[in-house]
């Protein structure tokens, strides 16, 4: 006291109010705003609307053992089977490719389908119920026949590993994009009409500046058209591309969306897998590649669309910046992008899920 040249008297207080009452009290809004900010206040209302399960239901019903590549709920029809049943469709690392019953309750093992890819599967679709759509380490993109199990045309457009595929059907004419690692998106026509071979007809190509990570056909809410979806390793974008067979553009750049706007680092994430919300077409769940833990957004859609209603953007129209160009404009117009971008993630959730840079 004597250094900071304070009077003897510094510290103390004559006000009768301090008491361990007050202290306690101020200790108990103390430890409330820690639990706040961990985990919130009056939860109790807001829960899963449906339990979780308790016990996880452990699938054994697979041949042999061998690393799983990719799983896919798949509505197929059989000749096993009368009409269309969901199976849970698996790729291993053997080249071998299974069907287990998704509506039994000890999810048998109905069909395996081996020998018909020079690699293994990392991608399957299901096209008309009887079609499947797979796509290889090579890749090679196979159309397989359930009913036969043979091959019925096959493609190998791509350098390097095929790792997704992404369909858009009308009527009879199905629109399908691949993604691979040669950093590429191929688009095919298929046809399926009756007494015919369907084949895989290419009329488009995309390359991107990076690998691709998923990709996914959305409706446009405006006139309906297919709007193609794609993420890219090493980037926090969703990247939307209008596809018109009709027109000679074909692949158009729309726009894109951030999901990291406020982000000071370079990368904060890849997003790596992306599904649409099946009650509300305009809100995505996207899983990222954070490390050490996988999150989830839940986002709204964001589409670069002249004339979308007002009814598909709750979070307002984002607003037009009219002021005399200066040096700090364009700033200030990134900082309304952003703070729009910011306002379309809804939920961003820690899984705690453990991953790595390979995982």
Not at 44 to 49: M, P, Y
Not at 111 to 121: A, C, I, R, V
Request: hydrophobic share 40%.
């Amino acid at each position: 006291m004597r250094e900071a040249v304070l009077p003897p008297d510094v510290g103390t207080s004559t006000d009768d109010q301090v008491t361990i009452e007050s202290i306690l009290q101020e200790k108990k809004n103390f430890d409330r705003s820690i639990n706040f900010e961990k985990f919130g206040i009056d939860n109790e209302h807001r829960g899963w609307t449906e339990p979780a399960p308790v016990k996880p239901i452990t699938i054994d019903s697979l041949p042999n053992r061998s690393n799983i590549l990719s799983i896919n709920v798949l509505n197929v029809s059989l000749s096993t089977a009368s009409g269309v049943r969901p199976y849970i469709a698996v790729t291993t690392a053997n080249r071998q490719f299974h069907l287990i019953n998704a509506g039994a309750p000890d999810f048998e093992l109905v069909k395996s389908y081996s020998g018909f890819q020079d690699s293994p599967s990392l991608d399957v679709i299901a096209i008309d119920s009887r079609y499947l759509l797979v796509a290889a380490m090579s890749g090679k993109l196979t159309l397989l026949d359930v009913m036969t199990g043979a091959s019925v045309d096959q493609r190998q457009d791509h350098t390097k590993y095929l790792v997704k595929l992404a369909a858009w059907t009308e009527g009879n004419s199905t629109m399908i994009a691949s993604a691979g690692w040669d950093a590429k998106i191929i688009f095919y026509r298929l046809d399926i009409a009756e007494n015919t071979t369907p084949r895989l007809l290419p009329f488009a190509d995309l390359v991107l500046p990076s690998i691709p990570e998923t990709i996914l056909f959305l409706r446009s809410p405006e006139n309906a058209n297919p709007i193609l979806l794609v993420t890219r390793r090493d980037s926090t974008f969703l990247h939307y591309y209008s596809v018109d067979t009709s027109e000679a553009a074909g692949v158009v750049l729309l726009g894109q969306q951030n999901l990291a706007p406020h982000s000071n680092a370079w990368i904060a994430f890849t997003p790596a897998d992306v599904q649409v919300c099946p009650t509300n077409p305009q809100i995505l769940a996207v899983a990222t590649s954070s490390t050490p833990h996988m999150k989830v957004l839940i986002v709204k859609l964001l589409l670069p669309l002249p004339h979308l209603p007002s009814s598909m953007r709750d979070i307002g129209p984002e607003p037009d910046i009219v002021e005399p160009s200066t040096q700090s404009s364009p700033g200030r117009a990134d900082l309304v992008v952003a703070d729009h971008e910011e306002r379309a993630i809804l939920v961003n959730a820690n899984t705690l899920a453990p991953q790595t840079a390979c995982t």
